[in-house]
């Protein structure tokens, strides 16, 4: 695995905007957004599409929490999969049994969040191409064709945090270090 050197640059104005915001928002900032920040379009378009995801995808935050656990398990990073195990348990309520189940890669134990963690890791694994029968089971679930694309745009999100992390390597955050986690 590939790991940059990152230079020791001056922060461009964008980047230190957001880390200013998230510093506001979250009381830090995290060593994931300093690596992505070394790029401003790269942490930029992340901010940008995490945000809509968060606003406009059609989930819940428990939901949410289930598309990003899913994607960063099915992507191996280790530092999303702490993280969005963190926030889950702490900001969005997700039952810790469900956490657990996905970052052992096991059954969720609830059928709902089952049949979104499955389409989501399947959808993500074989680069959106799945089978109908897929599909037609999570629409079985309760959720809707426009599900299936907010799932979409969750794992394009995600994919872009897990591949930054794949090469900058960031240090787990103090926050995050009791949900360390490696598949």
């Not at 942490?43 to 994607?71: M, T």
């Not at 599909?135 to 994919?159: N, Q, R, S």
């Amino acid at each position: 695995m590939a790991h940059l050197k990152l230079e020791n640059n001056p922060v461009s104005p964008i980047s230190q905007a957001i880390f200013d915001n998230t510093q506001k928002t979250l009381g830090f900032v995290p060593n994931m957004y300093k690596g992505m920040g070394q790029n401003p379009a790269l942490l930029d378009i992340y901010i940008y599409g995490y945000n809509s995801f968060r606003a406009n995808s059609g989930f819940n935050s428990v939901e949410q929490e289930v598309v990003f656990l899913s994607v960063a398990y099915e992507n191996n990073c280790e530092y999303c999969t702490a993280a969005h195990s963190f926030i889950a348990d702490k900001m969005s309520k997700v039952p810790t049994e469900v956490t657990n189940a996905i970052r052992d890669g096991k059954e969720v134990p609830d059928l709902k969040l089952a049949a979104l963690s499955k389409l989501t890791r399947s959808l993500t694994a074989n680069r959106g191409n799945v089978a109908q029968e897929e599909v037609d089971a999570f629409l079985a679930a309760g959720y809707t064709e426009t599900h299936v694309l907010g799932i979409i745009a969750g794992i394009a999100v995600k994919t872009i945090s897990n591949y930054s992390n794949h090469n900058t390597n960031p240090e787990l955050d103090d926050a995050f270090a009791g949900r360390a986690w490696k598949k």
